[in-house]
């Protein structure tokens, strides 16, 4: 057995990495260079000690003990760089996924907890290896502790032991405090002699041994300044070695016992290590490969009879669906794991017993699902309504790592480090190509997924604590996935027969448009085709081209907006493509998936995708059908009320990023407007052209309201005057004058920036993140898109926030009035119910009282709302 003993010097390796690697980013943009460091040196540490015993000691705090001596002890030290403060968190959770003990205490320093250890562990007979970056620690070199001290980088190193350091300097080990004493040390602001350097210490050393028997000798000393010095500063000389003296007898609560090394914890280690994105490490390690192989052999029961002990509170389930649209997709079986063990249930044997049924639907069950949204939805269309959720892995997940395009379980569950697990495609395989599994097989990898879920669990949970993020999964996310669930389950009754008339009246424009396009081409060409296009347009016709691509001139709709003015062809094509996306897009695709029997579409609300916490809605995507062109808005007159005698009602905020602005930023002008129920825009005109109200023009109503906008997602000058077309400087000198007028904005997009840069994250006002590594790009193109990112998000995420909560708010409202009312859509900024006629009045009442009431900000929320026949109408 290995008696070998390491303790590291926690601060001072991790300065060291930090100022000898290159400054490093993960893809959330957190500083990872001293992490990395930190990593290479204890991989070689342990690949070539191999040791029985292992601490990393930190310094507790500023002050220690030395400070009582001497105020000015470490004084003049730079403060330490925020992009290594940032690292030292994740540092000590490095430590831990390696299994290495670390301790620090109060009021001494790391040196102290390495000096005694390294002592005890000699007493035991113990061989002691001390790392650091600082040659202090060389003092307490002696026959069975050697010393290494970071030379290049982190991992090449100088080693002391007492025969180099008198090699190095011709005085013994116990020599070196002295030394320390007399020439003092510039780095811990010990003073030492004045005029006394190293050649002179290690002189009078040689002759004098100590500090002490110098100090008694001074009359022998040659050297008129000399001799000066050393009876002026003997105190100082005294103190300064003192200062220097590690102890070797610290009141530590710690002992060889408590650091026992215990070797990787590969289930922390590898998500840590995807998290900070060392992809080396990765490598070494192989988890793909112990994936396969670990694999093998996880014990569970197969179950063709439900037993009590598979059905108890606090159980991991997971619902086996391969497909991905739950809505319609067969579920295969049912994996649980708890403290009792892991259990595969088949369909057949699980929703056929009634046991099972009152234990999915029993409130007081507690269970931990993925995606509890699916798991509700699912089983709903089976008439079973699953309750007691009291853990989504999925939504955890997704407030941890917004940035991360999840998609199945395994995905999830391997970036929080629990790698025994493959995805459906590796298991089934993918498309055409899927392959039936045994039952055996299959059972297996769904047990696996339960089991995947009940380990991740508390880890997730510490994480969003740490995040101060638990609230926002407890009491806004977690409620939400309920309320998207009954959305989708109700669906929006769709008239078919209104969108198969909208389709002949958009079929008989486009054919119109055809034919105008044809006249003013001179011939007849396929309009679909980009070649065919490109030849009249810059052939025929003489168009400048101002793109090209590789199969000829770009003819993309950036193009054609450019050259609108330039032919009256152009204008045409532009109107014929949105007719065609609409005809094939919204008219075509809606009739698709129209629900034969109910005459509804179920779409999909997509809770873990956005980084902003913006919710996206798919098969059909109800949040994109247009706006701006009256062929699009119509199409909403297809989406009616599902019952006799009931109106659709929309709620809508009103410039709610604006407001969010006002409150975040604090600028007293914007507020007092908001306050005043100005309308905004006017009121940005108003100082932005410097008139008065009634000279304020259409014209710059509008521009101001571009600026107003512009300014919420970071518009450049040169955005600005792309949207207004005005010139750059007209534009600036526009975005200038906003900042006049509101400077605290100005300071708010300033602060935000810096502040993301060195955070490497951004929050909302519930604290969702969004985590921009570009921000520190050298590329400026990539750099200022991440600035952009960084003034949007707080106040786009915020707003999601609000709508969010205002959902909850309704859901909880419509409950306790006992209302027939439901909840149907949320696009962006506006809720949309259906109501019976009866409840409009009330609805008038508590919709918006809900909706301005979600959060309180220092501006008002303000909620415009309409109602009728149609979606259409009720703008």
């Not at 009141?251 to 840590?272: F, N, T």
């Not at 994105?277 to 988890?287: D, T, V, W, Y």
């Not at 997971?318 to 739950?326: Q, R």
């Amino acid at each position: 057995m290995s008696k070998k003993v390491i303790l590291i010097d926690g601060n001072s390796i991790a300065y060291r990495a930090f100022y000898a690697l290159p400054l490093l980013n993960n893809d959330k943009g957190i500083h990872t260079n001293a992490i990395y460091g930190f990593a290479m040196m204890l991989t070689k540490l342990i690949e070539e000690e191999k040791p029985a015993y292992m601490l990393v000691a930190f310094d507790a705090g500023k002050t220690t003990f030395r400070h009582a001596t001497y105020k000015e002890y470490k004084g003049g030290r730079q403060k330490t760089p925020p992009e290594l403060s940032e690292q030292f968190p994740y540092i000590r959770k490095l430590v831990q996924a390696f299994g290495i003990a670390q301790y620090e205490k109060e009021n001494y320093e790391a040196d102290d907890i390495i000096g005694t250890l390294s002592k005890q562990a000699e007493q035991s007979g113990y061989d002691v290896r001390i790392v650091s970056g600082d040659k202090d620690l060389t003092q307490l070199a002696s026959e069975k502790t050697t010393v290494y001290v970071t030379k290049k980088g982190v991992t090449e190193m100088d080693v002391y032991t007492p025969e180099t350091i008198f090699e190095k300097y011709g005085i013994d080990v116990e020599q070196i405090i002295d030394m320390k004493g007399l020439m003092g040390d510039t780095s811990d602001n010990i003073p030492g002699v004045p005029g006394v350097g190293e050649k002179t210490a290690i002189k009078l050393l040689k002759e004098y041994k100590t500090v002490e028997k110098l100090l008694e000798s001074i009359e022998n000393i040659r050297g008129k300044k000399l001799k000066e010095n050393l009876t002026t500063y003997k105190e100082q000389a005294l103190m300064s070695k003192q200062l220097a003296t590690i102890l070797t007898e610290a009141p530590i609560d710690i002992s060889l016992k408590d650091i026992a090394y215990k070797g990787l914890d590969e289930q922390q280690l590898i998500p840590l290590y995807k998290d900070l994105g060392f992809e080396s490490f990765l490598e070494k390690m192989n988890p793909l490969e112990k994936d396969e192989t670990s694999l093998k052999g996880i014990s569970f029961t197969f179950v063709h009879e439900i037993s009590e002990e598979m059905l108890i509170t606090d159980s991991a389930l997971y619902m086996e669906m391969i497909e991905d649209n739950y809505h319609q997709a067969p579920i295969l079986g049912f994996g649980i794991k708890n403290e009792n063990g892991n259990y595969y249930i088949p369909e057949q044997v699980a929703l056929h017993s009634k046991q099972f049924v009152e234990w999915l639907e029993n409130e007081h069950m507690k269970k931990y699902v993925y995606d509890a949204k699916r798991s509700i939805v699912a089983l709903r269309k089976r008439g079973i309504e699953i309750r007691g959720i009291s853990f989504d892995l999925l939504i955890a997940s997704y407030l941890l790592n917004p940035s991360e395009h999840i998609h199945d379980l395994s995905d999830v569950a391997k970036n929080h480090g629990y790698v025994d697990i493959l995805s459906d495609d590796q298991v089934y395989g993918k498309g055409a190509k899927r392959s039936p599994l045994t039952d055996e097989e299959r059972a297996e990898h769904v047990v696996r997924k339960a089991d995947a879920i009940f380990e991740l669990k508390d880890r997730l949970i510490t994480d969003l604590k740490e995040n101060d993020q638990y609230d926002l999964f407890i009491h806004l996310e977690s409620p939400l996935s309920h309320i998207l669930a009954d959305m989708e389950s109700t669906g929006v009754k769709v008239d078919r027969n209104r969108l198969i008339q909208m389709g002949d009246e958009i079929a008989e424009r486009l054919k119109k448009i055809e034919e105008k396009i044809y006249s003013l081409a001179g011939e007849t060409f396929n309009i679909n085709s980009p070649k065919q296009l490109a030849v009249i347009l810059f052939e025929k016709l003489g168009l400048p081209p101002l793109k090209k691509t590789k199969t000829g001139y770009s003819t993309s709709a950036d193009v054609l907006e450019k050259l609108q003015n330039a032919h009256p062809i152009i204008e045409e094509i532009l109107h014929y493509r949105q007719l065609v996306k609409l005809q094939t897009t919204y008219i075509d695709g809606l009739l698709k998936v129209i629900h034969p029997e109910t005459g509804k579409v179920y779409t999909r609300f997509n809770q873990a995708l956005t980084q902003t916490g913006r919710l996206s809605s798919t098969e059909p995507n109800l949040q994109n059908i247009p706006i701006r062109l009256e062929e699009g808005r119509k199409i909403r007159q297809a989406f009616i009320p599902s019952e006799q005698d009931w109106v659709i009602f929309s709620a809508d905020y009103s410039q709610i990023e604006l407001r969010v602005l006002a409150h975040i930023s604090g600028d007293e002008q914007l507020i007092e407007a908001f306050k005043q129920g100005m309308d905004i825009h006017t009121k940005t005109a108003m100082d932005v052209f410097h008139v008065n109200k009634d000279e304020v023009t259409s014209q710059m109503r509008r521009q101001a309201k571009a600026v107003n906008f512009g300014i919420v997602y970071g518009i450049s000058d040169y955005g600005l005057s792309q949207n207004l077309h005005i010139t750059r400087k007209e534009a600036g000198e526009f975005i200038q004058r906003y900042f006049e007028s509101y400077p605290k904005v100005k300071e708010y997009m300033e602060y935000i920036v810096q502040e993301a840069k060195q955070t490497g994250y951004v929050t909302t006002l519930l604290n969702r993140r969004r985590y921009i590594p570009e921000i520190t790009s050298r590329n400026y193109n990539v750099r200022s898109f991440a600035e952009r990112t960084a003034m949007n998000t707080p106040i786009q995420g915020s707003a999601a926030d609000i709508i969010k909560k205002a959902m909850i708010d309704m859901a909880f409202r419509l409950k306790k009035e006992n209302m027939k009312t439901r909840l149907l859509l949320q696009v962006h900024d506006e809720l949309i119910f259906e109501a019976p006629k009866e409840e409009i009045e009330k609805l008038k009442e508590i919709v918006p009282d809900c909706m301005e009431h979600a959060i309180e900000l220092k501006v008002p929320l303000k909620v415009d709302y309409a109602y009728g026949p149609t979606w259409f109408d009720a703008k």
